[in-house]
């Protein structure tokens, strides 16, 4: 990075740190550290959502995710609307009316204090550990990147933000957020500008979505009917539905909805964000609010990455896009096929860009979709073909036990172009988007840990009353604790790689579903008691625990988004009958 | 419950409507969009 990026990039950081402590310096009590007194509009409500869901990693991942799978992920995000609907009628204003701290403090009314202990419990563990490793993820990006040492990239994308988070609470989380989205959708809106304006004259945004839709980029919806590798709804396809395919219409519309449900209705994270609005409208209204801007979002967020796919379509594409991986090729015995291959790669980029800018006898550069298809069928496509047999050759190396290298390089894809063609200062602004995004989410988090582990435990169990000021110095204390762990966890899972980002869903999948049980129990059915409830949640929680054993081993080929429903709908059937069985003995 | 005005449409479910009809839009935009450039 130049010094203009790194004075960018510092200012900005500081900047976030500074307005946080400034605005959270009112904070003085337990309702203003974790409610922000009750005070804030519905518009920081959906920012604060917003920034809480978007961690680092979205706006590293899933552009990548865009650019080698295509735009299917959107659908994820599918079932998140009706959520926000369900979660408006019925759980809000029961959150609101019990003028609650945290989620799991109406599961003691409704139920009784093991049931909330048990699921105040596996929020902690879950939301602890997972948080952890969303401070790695990004770190062992950006420091394979930019040859950063990771410790110290864990520790700023970790550390710094226990300053503001602890001296101010939720009241700075809420300020710091909303600065922080404005900033984010600043830097992405440049970034996709600048995409667009290094593309050969000529060729725009519909060019673009043509070269997307003739890669099979434009793969929006899916049914999850296609053969496997996901061909998009107009590709037709053949055989049954694909229960291990995880992102179509089904699954991001059913698995979507559970999952969201969950996170925003029953995630300390998410529920202490809405819990701060100043009044059950303003909630209500940031939820709906999010409903309707989330997918668009997303949306964008995935078009930016077939943009870059557009642009290296006219731009030679590294060869590998993680140039670690690459170093770490030079130094195994693949050295020189490496250097072979590489050499071959190169002249076979230069001959394919030159082929696609000289395609017109006009002279006039045209994409794909437009080109002449003859040329498209013999000479271009053979030379992506020719292209895709040398990448995944890097990609075989890389995967062979005496090189142990990572060979999934699509989170790198952003960053690199990122690094490799915006102007200096750009680099540094859209490096601290990526700090930016990875605070907003990791200080919500803080802060609901810290308002769980005070709230739930130890108020709840403490013999002595503890008075405003102690309540207040411990909550501090708690964030803190809560900030050194999870830094201390991303120190040690920073050992796991890219398989990091796929961990942090699938921990999340694991609980999510039997917490949402809990609560849906909680709140329709009200004949069934804690007893039963609890019981059901043990099982359920083991129950799928095994499942993501058998589904990682390849015996049950389920998805980790079914998760989500496998446990919500379990805790929901053997509670009610347990319930039947407990009534029937008595 | 909630004694507050519901904003812009009086009710709350004018609300829901807004946001699942626009979910069945975007739904529709992405398949015409999946389609066309397929």
Redesign the interface.
């Given at each position: 990075m130049s010094p203009i990026d790194w004075i960018v990039l510092v200012l900005t950081l500081g900047g976030i740190i500074a307005y946080g402590l400034y605005k959270g310096r009112s904070t003085k009590d337990l309702d203003g550290y974790f409610l922000s007194n009750r005070s804030v509009p519905w518009y920081m409500v959906l920012l604060g959502i917003m920034g809480t869901q978007a961690s680092a990693v979205t706006f590293l991942s899933a552009p990548g995710q865009a650019y080698t799978d295509g735009m299917r992920f959107v659908q994820y995000y599918f079932g998140l609307p009706l959520a926000m609907v369900v979660l408006c009628i019925t759980f809000v204003p029961v959150f609101h009316r019990l003028k609650v701290y945290t989620a799991y403090e109406f599961l003691e009314r409704r139920f009784d204090l093991k049931t909330r202990t048990l699921t105040s419990f596996l929020f902690l563990v879950q939301r602890g550990l997972s948080t952890g490793i969303s401070i790695s993820a990004p770190s062992i990006i950006l420091s394979s990147l930019l040859g950063w040492d990771i410790v110290w990239t864990n520790i700023v994308m970790g550390g710094l933000v226990i300053v503001y988070t602890v001296s101010g609470g939720a009241r700075a989380v809420a300020y710091t957020q909303q600065l922080q989205m404005i900033i984010i959708f600043a830097g992405m809106t440049i970034a996709g500008y600048i995409v667009v304006h290094q593309l050969p004259k000529g060729v725009g945004l519909t060019d673009i979505l043509h070269i997307g839709g003739k890669a099979g980029k434009l793969n929006i919806i899916t049914t999850g009917f296609e053969h496997r590798g996901g061909g998009g709804a107009a590709s037709g396809g053949h055989g049954g539905f694909d229960w291990n395919d995880r992102y179509n219409l089904l699954s991001g519309v059913i698995g979507g909805f559970f999952l969201a449900l969950s996170y925003f209705g029953t995630d300390q994270s998410q529920v202490g964000r809405y819990l701060t609005a100043r009044s059950l409208t303003e909630s209500r209204l940031g939820l709906l609010m999010n409903g309707l801007v989330k997918i668009p979002m997303q949306f964008l967020i995935l078009l930016l990455g077939v943009m870059v796919f557009a642009f290296y379509q006219f731009h030679k594409e590294p060869i590998f896009f993680n140039q670690t991986q690459v170093r770490l090729l030079e130094h195994s015995k693949y050295k020189d096929s490496l250097a072979v291959l590489s050499g071959r790669y190169d002249a076979m980029e230069a001959q394919r860009i030159a082929t696609l800018r000289t395609a017109d006898s006009t002279g006039a550069v045209w994409p794909y979709a437009i080109v002449d298809p003859a040329l498209v069928d013999s000479h271009l496509v053979a030379l992506d073909r020719e292209k895709a047999g040398y990448k995944a050759t890097v990609k075989r190396w890389l995967d062979d036990k005496t090189v142990d290298g990572d060979s999934n390089d699509t989170n790198y894809i952003f960053l690199r172009f990122v690094t490799d063609y915006l102007p200096a200062g750009l680099i540094g602004l859209l490096i601290a988007v990526i700090f930016l995004a990875a605070w907003g989410s990791i200080a919500a988090t803080l802060n609901s840990l810290s308002s769980c582990t005070i709230v739930d435990f130890h108020k709840r169990f403490a013999r002595s009353k503890l008075s405003d000021q102690q309540e207040y110095k411990l909550s501090q204390l708690y964030t803190l604790l809560w900030g050194v762990f999870c830094v201390a966890v991303a120190q040690l899972a920073y050992r796991l790689g890219n398989s990091l980002i796929e961990a942090v869903n699938v921990l999340g999948s694991l609980f999510y579903g039997v917490i949402l049980g809990i609560f849906l129990v909680a709140f329709y059915r009200k004949k069934t008691g804690g007893q039963a409830v609890f019981i059901s949640a043990v099982i359920t929680e083991t129950g799928v625990i095994v499942l993501n054993v058998l589904s990682r081993k390849g015996i049950v080929p389920l998805s980790f988004l079914w998760f989500n429903v496998v446990g919500a709908i379990g805790v929901v059937l053997l509670s009610e009958l347990l319930q039947l069985a407990m009534k029937k003995k008595t | 419950?909630?004694k507050?005005?519901?904003?812009l449409f009086g009710k709350?479910s004018y609300?829901?409507a807004?946001?699942?009809g626009?979910?069945v839009v975007?739904?529709a935009v992405?398949?015409f969009?999946?389609?066309?450039?397929?």
């Amino acid at each position: 990075m130049s010094p203009i990026d790194w004075i960018v990039l510092v200012l900005t950081l500081g900047g976030i740190i500074a307005y946080g402590l400034y605005k959270g310096r009112s904070t003085k009590d337990l309702d203003g550290y974790f409610l922000s007194n009750r005070s804030v509009p519905w518009y920081m409500v959906l920012l604060g959502i917003m920034g809480t869901q978007a961690s680092a990693v979205t706006f590293l991942s899933a552009p990548g995710q865009a650019y080698t799978d295509g735009m299917r992920f959107v659908q994820y995000y599918f079932g998140l609307p009706l959520a926000m609907v369900v979660l408006c009628i019925t759980f809000v204003p029961v959150f609101h009316r019990l003028k609650v701290y945290t989620a799991y403090e109406f599961l003691e009314r409704r139920f009784d204090l093991k049931t909330r202990t048990l699921t105040s419990f596996l929020f902690l563990v879950q939301r602890g550990l997972s948080t952890g490793i969303s401070i790695s993820a990004p770190s062992i990006i950006l420091s394979s990147l930019l040859g950063w040492d990771i410790v110290w990239t864990n520790i700023v994308m970790g550390g710094l933000v226990i300053v503001y988070t602890v001296s101010g609470g939720a009241r700075a989380v809420a300020y710091t957020q909303q600065l922080q989205m404005i900033i984010i959708f600043a830097g992405m809106t440049i970034a996709g500008y600048i995409v667009v304006h290094q593309l050969p004259k000529g060729v725009g945004l519909t060019d673009i979505l043509h070269i997307g839709g003739k890669a099979g980029k434009l793969n929006i919806i899916t049914t999850g009917f296609e053969h496997r590798g996901g061909g998009g709804a107009a590709s037709g396809g053949h055989g049954g539905f694909d229960w291990n395919d995880r992102y179509n219409l089904l699954s991001g519309v059913i698995g979507g909805f559970f999952l969201a449900l969950s996170y925003f209705g029953t995630d300390q994270s998410q529920v202490g964000r809405y819990l701060t609005a100043r009044s059950l409208t303003e909630s209500r209204l940031g939820l709906l609010m999010n409903g309707l801007v989330k997918i668009p979002m997303q949306f964008l967020i995935l078009l930016l990455g077939v943009m870059v796919f557009a642009f290296y379509q006219f731009h030679k594409e590294p060869i590998f896009f993680n140039q670690t991986q690459v170093r770490l090729l030079e130094h195994s015995k693949y050295k020189d096929s490496l250097a072979v291959l590489s050499g071959r790669y190169d002249a076979m980029e230069a001959q394919r860009i030159a082929t696609l800018r000289t395609a017109d006898s006009t002279g006039a550069v045209w994409p794909y979709a437009i080109v002449d298809p003859a040329l498209v069928d013999s000479h271009l496509v053979a030379l992506d073909r020719e292209k895709a047999g040398y990448k995944a050759t890097v990609k075989r190396w890389l995967d062979d036990k005496t090189v142990d290298g990572d060979s999934n390089d699509t989170n790198y894809i952003f960053l690199r172009f990122v690094t490799d063609y915006l102007p200096a200062g750009l680099i540094g602004l859209l490096i601290a988007v990526i700090f930016l995004a990875a605070w907003g989410s990791i200080a919500a988090t803080l802060n609901s840990l810290s308002s769980c582990t005070i709230v739930d435990f130890h108020k709840r169990f403490a013999r002595s009353k503890l008075s405003d000021q102690q309540e207040y110095k411990l909550s501090q204390l708690y964030t803190l604790l809560w900030g050194v762990f999870c830094v201390a966890v991303a120190q040690l899972a920073y050992r796991l790689g890219n398989s990091l980002i796929e961990a942090v869903n699938v921990l999340g999948s694991l609980f999510y579903g039997v917490i949402l049980g809990i609560f849906l129990v909680a709140f329709y059915r009200k004949k069934t008691g804690g007893q039963a409830v609890f019981i059901s949640a043990v099982i359920t929680e083991t129950g799928v625990i095994v499942l993501n054993v058998l589904s990682r081993k390849g015996i049950v080929p389920l998805s980790f988004l079914w998760f989500n429903v496998v446990g919500a709908i379990g805790v929901v059937l053997l509670s009610e009958l347990l319930q039947l069985a407990m009534k029937k003995k008595t | 419950m909630d004694k507050e005005r519901v904003p812009l449409f009086g009710k709350w479910s004018y609300w829901y409507a807004l946001v699942i009809g626009f979910l069945v839009v975007c739904m529709a935009v992405f398949y015409f969009l999946t389609k066309h450039f397929s």
